[in-house]
């Protein structure tokens, strides 16, 4: 079961930001995608060429986010986004060895993949505080999902080890986090817990 990392820099103060990125990494992590949503461009581009040469000391993929063309400027093989930024930019598949999409359900899992996909983000599966307003979508959803294609799904949203236990028996490529590992003091506990109650 692999485990990806999703950064948020507005849950770690500024100061520690990229010392919990390197907990993370040296936890062993499979993947990194520096989501980082608020940022400018100016700003993402110094986050992603930070980002990148970071995980290539720990030799763990990293996903940039959001700004394909700064990914692309940047020489990333690796990208991840929205089904809709991907619909509004067909031609990604073409750029990127791996290219990720978040959705929500088994109907846009169906277009992801058609549209060149190389793994898919299903989510939120379990209420969270980073979407508070927003209803999960489910264990049945995840399942509908996991059924509705043969490439690779990952679970996000909630997941904790107080809940991963619930994802037991579904045909998962891994889990995805966010505040659980941008946030723990001991990012090498907390993934081994995570594997443990999986």
């Known amino acids: 079961m692999r485990i990806i990392c999703i ?3 507005s849950l770690v103060q500024e100061n520690n930001y990229w010392q919990q990125l390197e907990k993370v990494l040296a936890a062993g ?8 949503k608020t940022l400018t ?3 993402y581009a110094s986050y992603a060429l930070k980002a990148l040469i970071l995980c290539q000391r720990y030799k763990t993929p990293c996903l940039l986010h959001s700004f394909s063309n700064i990914a692309k400027e940047l020489g990333a093989k690796n990208f991840h986004c929205s ?8 031609s990604l598949k073409k750029d990127f060895t791996t290219l990720g999409v978040s959705l929500h359900t088994p109907e846009e899992a169906k277009k992801a993949a058609a549209l060149g996909a190389s793994y898919l983000l299903a989510g939120h599966i379990f209420p969270t505080t980073c979407k508070p307003d927003s209803s999960p979508i489910g264990i049945a959803t995840l399942q509908a999902i996991c059924a ?11 997941i904790t080890p107080q809940t991963v236990g619930q ?29 443990k109650n999986l």
Do not use: F, W
């Not at 089904?83 to 067909?90: F, S």
């Not at 505040?179 to 081994?192: E, H, I, P, V, W």
């Open 83 to 90: 089904l809709a930024y991907l619909e509004n930019h067909p």
């Open 167 to 195: 994802l037991q028996g579904l045909p998962l490529a891994g889990i995805a986090l966010m505040s659980g590992l941008m946030t723990c003091r001991d990012a090498k506990n907390y993934k081994q817990q995570l594997l």
């Open 29 to 36: 992590v499979d993947a990194l995608i520096l989501r980082e």
């Open 41 to 43: 461009p100016q700003e």
């Open 148 to 158: 509705a294609t043969t490439l690779p799904v990952y679970a996000l949203g909630g």
């Open 7 to 9: 950064s948020n820099h």
